[in-house]
């Protein structure tokens, strides 16, 4: 039975892929969540698989040395799946050091621990064990709008410091690789979306605001691009590197699927409207004049494209989640998980949001 030792578990894609592993692998491997619950990470999303035998949760921070040793010691760990992260561009602007602190020296931290307990005394590594480190497409920078794609070869440029602060881990984790022969992937992924996704990121917001009537925030000319995939896609996908891919490489991995933040925003609002019933009261406020445009966010990358081509001729992954049927189950999920929603969004997260976003 293979042990994995996932970090950022309680957070919005290693939720989702904790989840899809159970449900793939069901009894044949063992799962250690570590996470420190930041106002990010909530227990809630892992609420199907919180009673599993094969299912630990340690909350424990990845820069606490002491706390990661210990569950390296106290466990043969064969896999890690690197997901802890300060993960909020906007957030990264106000307040830069604790993505310094978590997303490198963290990412530093999971490294040595690893390394420490699988290194044989030759140098080579016990059979069989395996890193990976989930990263973004943020650290290729920005691409013109009228071409282009992130390939793996595409040089690092990143410009919030949140794309720095993963460019910085990512580094690592190729030096870990080029200096020590240390067994890892990274995988730089587009923009994820789906279920238990934290109503800061664009698409739960405007479902969040889109319901409650309140105005649809969106930066600058609304016409950035980002390439989006639905969660579980990109779950699968990390598995799938894991298994099948080769060791010390990088995969990029996206959804073919470029979007203006515009579009999204329409689609959304089309889309609630046709699943709300015309006597539903939050019906008669919904509609395109909810958009308010606001000032642009700093540094603002304007498009986003990946190619996946390195990921599906390798190893035959391809997205199967076509956009309009993912968006269309994650309003749904949204809708129909609304208590989810208002237990995150009292709180602090109503005075983060009070704070963020100035009008044009
Ligand atoms: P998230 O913010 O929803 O979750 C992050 C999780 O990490 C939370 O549960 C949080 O409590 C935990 N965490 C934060 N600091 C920690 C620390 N010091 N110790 C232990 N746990 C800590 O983020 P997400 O959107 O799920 O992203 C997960 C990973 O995927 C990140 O590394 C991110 O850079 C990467 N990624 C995200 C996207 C996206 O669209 N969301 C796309 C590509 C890559």
Redesign the pocket.
Known sequence: MRTYLV?????????NYINYMFKKYNNEIRIIN?????????LENLRDVENRDNYTFIR????DRDAINKIFEENDIDRVV???????VDRSIVNPEVFV???VL?TATMLNAAKKAWELPDGTYKEGKKFLH?????VYGSLPEDGGYFYETTPYAPHSP?SAS?ASSDMLVKAYMDTYHFPANIT??????GPY??PE?LIPLIIHNALEGKKLPVYGDGKNVRDWLYVED?AKAIDMVQEQGRLFETYNIGGHNEKQNIEIVKTIIDILREELTDDDPRKAHLSYDLITYVEDRKGHDRRYAIAPDKIKAEIGWEPETMFKEGIRKTIKWYFEHQEWMEHITSGDYEKYYDGMYSKK
């Open positions: 970090t950022g578990g309680a957070g919005f894609i290693g939720a570590v996470d420190v619950l930041t106002y990010a990470g909530n424990a921070d990845i820069c690197h997901f802890a992260a300060e993960s909020h602190q978590t997303n963290g989930v990263s973004t497409d943020e949140y993963k730089n992924c587009s923009n994820n979306y996704q934290f990121k990109h």
